[in-house]
């Protein structure tokens, strides 16, 4: 969650940059064989289940790997374009669901990230219930897998997610983990930026 003076989750001056060992072929979802391996190579513990190297995707426009979405061509080509998700009033204490257009909200936060604007922040947003302003967040589940990656980045509320979530995040994509918590935020941002279109990873590396 956000801190209380709402900081930018950007360092002025500085722009996204991808890591430089990070390719955007290890963001794809590895295959069959590959992910039999990585199952397979795990050490077994008789009263836990087995690990699985794929998930029954949470969400329509989630992907089957974890904390994976899936393409823009994959959610053009099955015709997803509201991204839809739930967030809590803190003030009415009530919880509701909040709905985007893909298309047009995905080019609003890509321009944000390109340009390294500084105006990328956690967005407070208003209840539509009570009708108080700024007062509404993300319910953001307690199971990592579950995380509606999709919708906070649409909605621009990455921030929200505690350290824990931002690490897994960043396991499942190969990326450093090590980081203070607004790193791993860009990261996030960043490798979902690729995930739906690869050709973005040549943007942060020019």
């Known amino acids: 969650m956000p801190s209380s003076s709402r900081q930018s989750h950007r360092d002025n001056g500085s722009t996204l940059k991808w890591p430089a060992q990070i390719s955007p072929a290890e963001l794809a979802p590895p295959s069959e064989a590959q992910a039999h391996r ?3 190579g795990r050490a077994r513990n008789d009263n836990k289940p087995a690990w699985e190297p794929t998930i ?3 969400y329509p426009w989630a992907s089957n790997m974890r904390a994976k979405v899936l393409s823009l ?3 053009i ?3 997803i374009i509201v991204i839809s998700g739930d967030v809590h009033c803190m003030e009415c204490k009530k919880q509701f669901q909040i709905e985007y257009d893909f298309p047009s909200k995905f080019y609003d936060v890509v321009s944000f990230l390109v340009n390294g604007n500084d105006n990328m922040h956690d967005v ?3 209840c539509k219930l009570c009708g108080r302003r700024k007062c509404v ?3 953001i589940s307690g ?3 579950e995380t509606n990656w999709l919708f906070l980045f649409l909605g621009q509320m990455i921030g929200y997610c505690n350290l824990a979530h931002l690490k897994y995040f960043c396991k499942h994509n190969n990326l450093p983990t090590s980081e203070a918590k607004d790193p ?3 990261l996030a941002y960043t490798a979902l930026h690729c995930q739906l279109d690869q050709k973005a990873y040549d943007l942060y590396n020019q």
Do not use: H
Request: charged share 40%; proline share 12%; no cysteine.
């Open 137 to 139: 967040q993300p319910v």
């Open 143 to 145: 199971k990592k897998r």
């Open 184 to 186: 791993l935020v860009k």
């Open 124 to 126: 407070i947003k208003d």
């Open 38 to 40: 990585f199952g397979a």
């Open 73 to 75: 061509e994959e959610l």
């Open 77 to 79: 080509s099955k015709n």
């Open 56 to 58: 029954q995707p949470p």
